[in-house]
């Protein structure tokens, strides 16, 4: 099901059939070292944690990471959506791309969607970002979207420390 669309993109519920990309994704250098290692190896595992992770963020909160597309030609270039995270008092604001289509605007394209989704149709006040200190362009990224840094926490069961922003929408 489609739940936005932009002059490039189309953000999309995430399905079993997306398994190959999102194996792809989550395996991708830049995601492991930014976001994490998911433990995702083959095919059932992509699979599972789209059942386990996207869907049922969907089916419990009524959002989650969505797949993001290139309107021409309907390809799937990352995902981008709204995580409701143990350990945080609001909503945060989520993106990763495939490494080929970061630096073209997608990130900013899509996530800027997500933030008027997020006030207009979800009627959130408040969008949080978390990033590792070390991933600047996630950090100008969240800056373009209009977050200010507040300050570092760290999540439940997680030793590392994360940059935690917010804006009030």
């Known amino acids: ?8 993109l189309i953000l999309r519920n995430a399905t079993a059939d997306d398994a190959p990309f999102i194996l792809d994704l989550l395996n991708q250098p830049s ?11 083959d095919l059932d595992g992509a699979r ?14 009524g959002f989650g990471l969505y797949l993001t597309l290139l309107k021409e030609g309907d390809i799937p270039i990352g995902i981008c959506g709204l995580v409701k995270r143990e350990g945080l008092d609001d909503v945060d604001v989520g993106f990763a791309f495939l490494p080929q289509y ?6 900013f394209e899509s996530a800027a969607a997500i933030m008027d989704y997020s006030r207009n149709t ?8 978390i990033t590792t200190t070390d991933n600047h362009r996630s950090i100008r990224l969240l800056e373009k979207l209009g977050l200010k840094f507040e300050k570092m ?8 420390e ?5 804006r009030t929408l």
Do not use: C, W
């Not at 492991?32 to 995702?40: L, N, T």
């Not at 599972?48 to 909160?61: A, C, G, M, N, P």
């Not at 979800?122 to 970002?129: H, N, P, S, T, V």
């Not at 926490?153 to 590392?160: G, V, Y």
């Open 122 to 129: 979800l009627g959130l006040k408040r969008i949080a970002g």
């Open 153 to 160: 926490i760290k999540l439940p069961n997680d030793d590392e």
């Open 1 to 8: 099901m489609n739940i936005l669309e932009t002059d490039r």
């Open 31 to 41: 995601f492991i070292r930014f976001i994490g290692d998911r433990g995702i190896r």
């Open 162 to 166: 994360l940059k935690f922003f917010i």
């Open 48 to 61: 599972e944690y789209i059942q386990t992770r996207l869907v049922k963020s969907y089916d419990s909160h």
């Open 102 to 107: 970061e630096s073209k605007g997608y990130g």
